[in-house]
């Protein structure tokens, strides 16, 4: 890690680095508390197990600064996540971005519209050309977030999301990433991944007062459409109309 990802990158197990703002130490306690809670265990035991051994990463966005340097600094953080991944193939890691200051009561297609732009400007400031292989349409049942030529999962989680416990970690939108080569060992083809995804899905259903995600699939695949698994409705029905990225570069 050069000395800039040092300064903004950290990990669970790690203390804060001192140029971070009070609100993202904040934050970053807030969904640290919440994912290794013991009186209401969440139910991704995969995210408490990292925040636990230390392979969840933290970085921030602060919305109060110069947007095109906080998009440079965070497509920074993303590209170092990404090649920590690679270096530990074995380990499965996971980075959160804090977005903030958060902006008190706030409606959920205000947050869904700030993690969409977020991933936009992220994909625009990619400096690495998407892979030959990968379709940019994410209608294709083989798109997926692709960023520094690795496939992604993004997920949001904010306050608006309720009784969907699940998608609410901190105070403010706070965007989870993983590399798609994790989900190798848990793929629902195989006999681990389906006891891995079974077991989600009950932690879900007892943690969660509202139905599982219509387009999260049955437990055995997913769904065509990835990008309806990012952000999706509190009651869990199924996502229609468009995949709202940008994709033009700039």
């Given at each position: ?15 804060v680095?001192?140029r ?7 934050e ?18 995969f ?49 959160l ?20 732009h977020?991933?936009s ?14 379709p ?32 609410q ?33 009950h ?29 999706p ?8 109309g ?8 700039n």
């Open positions: 890690m050069d000395e800039t990802a040092a300064a903004r990158l950290w990990t669970s197990v790690d203390q680095p001192s971070t703002p009070r609100w993202a130490a904040e970053q306690r807030r969904v640290h508390d919440k994912l290794l809670d013991t009186e209401s265990p969440y139910p991704c035991h995210g408490s197990i990292g925040e636990s051994k230390g392979s969840n990463y933290y970085t921030y966005w602060d919305q109060s600064a110069d947007f095109p340097s906080e998009a440079a600094a965070v497509a920074h953080d993303l590209e170092s996540f990404i090649g920590f991944q690679r270096a530990l193939p074995d380990t499965r890691l996971s980075l971005i804090l977005v903030g200051p958060a902006q008190g009561e706030a409606e959920l297609a205000m947050y869904r519209a700030q993690f969409w977020i991933l400007t992220l994909h625009t400031s990619d400096r690495v050309p998407q892979p030959a292989d990968a940019e349409d994410p209608e294709d049942s083989q798109w997926e977030f692709t960023f520094a030529g690795e496939p992604l999962f993004a997920f949001g989680t904010c306050p608006a999301y309720g009784p969907r416990r699940s998608r970690l901190g105070k403010g939108l706070v965007i989870a990433m993983q590399c798609r080569s994790v989900f190798q060992s848990i793929s629902g083809s195989t006999a681990a991944g389906r006891a891995a995804k079974k077991r989600i899905r932690s879900l259903s007892t943690y969660e007062d509202v139905p599982l995600l219509a387009d999260s699939g049955d437990g055995t695949g997913s769904t065509t459409q990835k990008w309806k698994q990012y952000f409705e509190v009651d869990g029905r199924p996502l229609s468009k995949c709202p990225i940008v994709w033009e570069k």
